[in-house]
């Protein structure tokens, strides 16, 4: 069963930074993409970063080019996202979501809340 | 970048009828591999996501065949043959074909 776990969200002061983690289990971490999605409170879903298997090819919206970082460590089946200078409106709910060959976003995890205020 | 535009953004439907949601992108959705990205996911009340249709018309798995994709281009509709109660939330499309980007939500409600 393919399950993904988000951790590391919490409330952080503006100018901020945080670490997310998604730990995967139930398939080939290594094989696939993997993704950061976000949601802010009562809107609708944005894709945040993209990573491929190997971690060579690294997408980001242009709303958190420069201030995020997405990374990943096959060896842990781990997927992370480093949130440096952290704004109000990056404050959501972010879901880590796989991608497995042509089908995006096939599974999510349960996501993991990031509130950004002083 | 490539917009998505999903209409109407909220629906009250009647159990055992039909429903419909359309979705229009900026550009093609059409890749040079010949297959085209666009995906309906629905999020129900206090749940993640959850993929319901892969490249325009393919059901993921554990999808209920009630449940319907179909267009091409930049011209998509995902239609529910008989409602059923279980099917209230939140419908998005989403584009991979550049990036991904997602419609703004339609939200079902019985």
């Known amino acids: 069963e393919v399950q993904l776990v988000e951790s590391g969200g919490g409330l952080v002061q503006p100018g901020g930074s945080l670490r997310l983690s998604c730990a995967a289990s139930?398939?080939?971490?290594?094989?696939?993409?993997m993704n950061w999605v976000r949601q802010a409170p009562g809107k609708g879903l944005e894709w945040v970063s993209s990573?491929?298997?190997?971690?060579?090819?690294?997408y980001y919206a242009d709303s958190v080019k420069g201030r995020f970082t997405i990374y990943r460590d096959n060896a842990k089946n781990s997927l992370y996202l480093q949130m440096n200078s952290l704004r109000a409106d990056d404050t959501a709910v972010y879901y880590c979501a796989r991608d497995q060959q042509v089908v995006d976003l096939d599974y999510w995890g349960q996501g993991t809340l990031v509130s950004v205020s002083s | 970048d490539i917009v998505m535009t999903q209409t109407p953004l909220s629906l009250s439907v009647t159990p055992g009828q039909p429903a419909s949601i359309s979705c229009k992108s900026s550009?093609?959705?059409?890749?040079?591999?010949?297959?085209?990205?666009l995906y309906w996911y629905l999020q129900k009340p206090g749940q993640s996501p959850q993929l319901l249709i892969y490249?325009?018309?393919s059901r993921f798995s554990g999808v209920p065949d009630r449940f319907s994709g179909s267009g091409s281009g930049t011209d998509f509709t995902l239609k529910i043959s008989r409602v059923e109660a279980e099917d209230v939330g939140v419908y998005y499309c989403m584009q991979g074909i550049r990036l991904k980007t997602f419609g703004q939500g339609t939200k079902v409600e019985i």
């Open positions: 990573i491929s298997g190997n971690g060579d090819y690294i």
């Open positions: 550009q093609s959705l059409l890749h040079s591999d010949g297959r085209t990205y």
């Open positions: 490249e325009v018309s």
């Open positions: 139930g398939f080939t971490f290594s094989t696939c993409s």
